[in-house]
């Protein structure tokens, strides 16, 4: 081996991983690399392992491992983050070849190591690749007592869980179309001022009223709805 190493035949990544022929290795690479480097059911994890799924895209210098043990990179070599911890039945599988946990698993390990932004949009974006499984999510916080991460994947869970109450196709395409383009949803047909509307952001103040003429008996339902968003636009007086 040392032989095929001074020859350039071998390249070490770490103690127990070795590019064969050149040095160049691509992410998925060195993954897989620092899978092995970290022993016998180590699975790529955490940030690395949302970016493997495709839930997220940055790319962080540091690779994501969860393990019993790990091995120190080379001087020069990007590093493991090892977090030491049980992988429960059900929570490791095999993506584009490298060991990794499973997308459920992968959510709830983020959850601890970022903050709720950019958590929701992972999970957004496992829910628009169809890789989003509630009851699995349920059953790795089950298994997560005293974890961090429970609170803000709670939070996740009772969002997609909590029905959206709309009275009519148009709010029902709505709420389609807030799903399809990763828009939190609204509340629908809540009273603001005095007055019902048809979707409200509560946090941002923003309301969106859903209607045209089709939706309604008569012109004059249809104008007084245009006079009462014209009401909702007038700042406030004291």
């Known amino acids: 081996m040392e032989r095929w190493l001074r020859s350039g035949r071998l390249h070490r990544l770490h103690r127990e991983a070795f590019a064969v022929g050149h040095g160049q290795v691509s992410q998925q690479g060195k993954w897989l690399a620092a899978v092995f480097a970290c022993g016998d059911g ?32 080379l001087p020069g070599r990007p590093r493991i983050k090892l977090h030491r911890g049980r992988i429960h039945d059900g929570e490791g599988t095999e993506h584009s070849r490298i060991p990794v946990t499973t997308v459920a698993r992968t959510l709830f390990d983020l959850a601890e190591v970022s903050d709720f932004d950019r958590l929701r949009r992972a999970w957004e974006e496992a829910d628009r690749l169809r890789l989003l499984e509630l009851r699995a999510v349920e059953r790795v916080c089950e298994r997560g007592y005293g974890r961090r991460a429970l609170k803000p994947i709670r939070r996740l869970l009772a969002e997609a869980r909590a029905p959206e109450i709309t009275r009519s196709a148009l709010e029902d395409r709505f709420a389609e179309f807030c799903r399809k383009h990763r828009i939190p949803p609204p509340s629908f047909n809540v009273l603001v001022l005095g007055r019902e509307v048809d979707s409200l952001w509560h946090k941002h103040r923003l309301v969106v009223e859903l209607d045209g003429f089709a939706y309604h008996h008569h012109r004059a339902a249809f104008e007084r709805d245009r006079a009462r968003d014209t009401a909702m636009q007038e700042p406030a007086t004291a």
């Not at 690395?48 to 043990?69: C, E, K, M, P, Q």
């Open 42 to 73: 180590a699975l790529l994890s955490h940030r690395s392992a949302a970016v493997l799924w495709g839930l997220t895209r940055r790319r962080d210098t540091v690779i994501d491992v969860t393990g019993r043990r790990g091995r120190q990179f």
